[in-house]
């Protein structure tokens, strides 16, 4: 058929540009830091630090240039640092077995940073099935083995996507995995020089994990980053749940980990010019964002809203004089299960950020994200309760602890015990506020993505402005001293910082969406599937099978009739029985 | 030979299977329905979206019994299904024409 075979010739035609850019990147390996793919070479004496970070080996000094030397207190400087090198080379000659046993002290060091950064991994990479437990539970029956199919082939369709070439985009420019050995291969950022000062634009090293990117610390990074960059993808499933077509959503996991993930990925966390917007301009710390609050959460809220408003809102949903219809969630306990799954999963996500386990502010991490949780969670129960619909909603209760969760995840290093509360209170009432603000503009988001990841990462950026304490954060992006917000006497500029990451967030991603869901819908004709096999529900037609075979389903409450529009399908060829 | 349909509160099927048995109808038809009557349903709203709860669920009860044992079934129901608040149900009664068992191929009253 004609739209298969377009799309045969779309698919191969991006694979062959990939694997073009990955045979590329064998080009520029010249005289680089040797990568370490059996992990025997990872780990010494260098990686040695106390508690406070001071490094067990002393480096030499740089040598004063003649015109430095005249200054006093460089001199000074160079004088302190040299004598502390000369004794360090001094005590190593008098006692050889320390400096032996300093290599497999920095070797077990930097294990123990391993282990925390794959564990940690796991525990992100079990929130897909949460992701896929909250959309089902909160959608119809009908739908139910299309919508967790969508969660399920993201896993694969993203990583793939990540590993083919967004793992270098976003990473290929990083340098040094400091806390991890130090291995510093990828070493690539492309970089453009604008008001004189360097912006990282994106990554080109790593391609396909071989060559520099073929190093235990980077196939570490890569496991850690990918099922971030999964949390991203999978979130927009949420907000087109009920009507997108699965060729359409294929084609979208073809791009998001591959090319929308990585580029805004690059810029706040592969050392891109939004993480030196304070090295370069001042800002603060540049955009600080812990765990993703912006680059996960509202990465995958942007593309959830354009797509959502792109893709148009579920049959039935809206009326045409402004009310709207009840589409029920058909498994409750399903979706509450998976809520705290997630909850669970969040404590692999925030304090796994530190790739580290050797960073102690890791306790404070995991408190912060725990507390912020229940806030969000009792915030959006009671104000559900007491002032917007009277009772208690349990759709609302789960969609308020991800919410809380979602905000905590910028800040969670940063902000005490108190301000993770306040954080989640705050959560709890936008994301309540949000989903109804949504719904008024007709922009149809059955399990509240947008609102939950969206708007509540925006938050969470935000509140880095504001409750950074200034207790962690010495020397974050390149700048010292410790983050601090405009409630603890840093000012307003981490605010700028982080306003300006916000917004290139949802800008970058709404023009990118934009362009994917239009080059798919000319591909496939429609991102939609049509109106009868959405009445119909979805798992037949599209997925070949009953996410519930045998249980009888009552499609007259599952199916609002939009009322102003005319009656039903005028198709009449349909074969769908409305009783 | 009557059909009567029953549509009962759920929580009284158990009852009313062992009171009609007593008076020895021993079988039935079950099945689960959803209906309401004169009462209006009540408001809900879920996220913002109103919707009305009209259908409430219900079991339906179907026998056939011989002419002579009608009055006293009717009774039962009545006297064990009540809980005198809305939502009792209903019975119908309707005539029946035939009725065959078939396993034995017996037919009228030796069939029920």
Redesign the interface.
């Known amino acids: 058929m004609k739209q298969t075979h377009n799309l045969t010739k779309w698919l191969g035609m991006i694979l062959l540009t990939l694997l073009v850019v990955g045979g590329l990147s064998f080009v520029w390996a010249d005289d680089e830091p040797k990568p370490d793919p059996a992990g025997t070479a990872t780990g010494n004496a260098s990686d040695v630090q106390d508690a406070s970070g001071t490094h067990f080996v002393v480096s030499e000094p740089v040598k004063l240039s003649d015109e430095d030397a005249k200054d006093p207190e460089k001199l000074k400087a160079y004088t302190d640092a040299k004598k502390a090198y000369d004794d360090y080379i001094a005590a190593t000659t008098k006692e050889p077995l320390a400096v032996k046993l300093a290599d497999s002290v920095g070797h077990n060091r930097v294990a123990i940073n391993f282990t925390w950064t794959l564990v940690t991994g796991f525990l992100v990479m079990f929130m897909q099935a949460g992701f896929a437990m909250v959309e089902t539970g909160l959608t119809r029956a009908k739908n139910s083995a299309h919508t967790f199919a969508m969660n399920f082939m993201i896993y694969p369709m993203g990583m793939l996507g990540f590993y083919l070439c967004g793992f270098a985009f976003m990473f290929g420019g990083l340098g040094a995995i400091g806390t991890m050995g130090g291995y510093a291969g990828l070493n690539h950022e492309i970089t453009v020089t604008l008001f004189g000062k360097p912006f990282g634009l994106l990554g080109w090293k790593g391609f396909m994990l071989q060559g520099a990117g073929y190093d235990t610390a980077a196939f570490t990074l890569f496991l850690f980053q990918m099922v971030f960059m999964d949390t991203t993808a999978t979130i927009p499933t949420g907000a087109l749940a009920e009507r997108w077509k699965f060729s359409s959503f294929m084609l979208y996991g073809c791009c998001i980990g591959s090319i929308m993930y990585p580029i805004f990925g690059n810029w706040v966390w592969g050392g891109g010019w939004l993480s030196q917007l304070g090295a370069n301009f001042g800002l603060g710390h540049g955009h600080v964002d812990f765990a993703g609050s912006t680059v996960v959460h509202m990465q995958g809220g942007v593309i959830g809203l354009v797509a959502s408003w792109m893709v148009g809102a579920r049959y039935g949903k809206y009326n045409k004089d402004g009310?709207?219809?009840?589409?029920?969630p058909h498994n409750i306990p399903m979706c509450m299960a998976g809520t705290f799954i997630l909850a669970f999963g969040w404590f692999g996500f925030n304090p796994g950020s530190s790739l580290a386990a050797t960073d102690l502010r890791i306790g404070v991490v995991a408190v912060n994200t725990m507390l912020c949780s229940a806030t969000g969670a009792l915030a959006a129960c009671l104000y559900m309760w007491w002032v917007?619909?009277k009772?208690p909603?349990p759709?609302?209760m789960c969609n308020g602890m991800l919410a809380g969760l979602v905000a905590i995840t910028a800040p969670c290093a940063f902000v005490s015990a108190g301000g993770a509360c306040i954080i989640g209170l705050i959560a709890g009432v936008l994301v309540v506020e949000s989903?109804?603000f949504f719904?008024k503009i007709r922009i149809d988001d059955p399990v509240?993505a947008i609102s939950v990841h969206g708007v509540n990462g925006a938050w969470g950026c935000l509140s880095i402005g504001l409750f950074a304490d200034g207790t962690y954060g010495d020397g974050w992006n390149g700048v010292p001293g410790t983050v601090k917000g405009l409630f603890y006497g840093g000012g307003m500029s981490q605010f700028w910082a982080e306003c300006i990451g916000v917004l290139t967030c949802f800008i970058t991603l709404g023009v990118l969406t934009f362009i994917v869901f239009k080059v798919i819908a000319m591909i496939l004709g429609s991102n939609r599937p049509s109106e009868e096999v959405e009445i119909q529900g979805l798992d037949i037609p599209e997925m070949g099978v009953y996410g519930y075979s045998g249980m009888v389903m009552d499609k007259e409450v599952e199916t609002p009739h939009p009322k102003g529009f005319p009656t039903a399908p005028a198709s009449s060829k349909s074969t769908v029985s409305t009783h | 030979m009557k059909k009567i349909e029953a549509i009962i509160k759920p929580f009284k099927l158990e009852e009313v299977k062992e009171a009609l048995s007593e008076i020895g109808i021993e079988g039935m038809t079950v099945s689960e329905v959803k209906g309401f009557g004169r009462q209006k349903g009540q408001t809900e709203i879920y996220r913002g979206s109103e919707y009305v709860v009209d259908f409430l669920p219900k079991i339906k009860m179907e026998i056939v019994v011989a002419d002579e044992k009608i009055a006293d079934a009717l009774a039962t129901i009545i006297k064990v299904a009540r809980t005198g608040k809305i939502g009792d149900g209903k019975i119908f009664v309707l005539p029946v024409e035939e009725a065959v068992r078939i396993r034995t191929a017996e037919r009228a009253e030796s069939a029920v």
């Open positions: 009310t709207m219809n009840f589409i029920p917007k619909t009772k909603d759709s609302m989903v109804f719904d509240g």
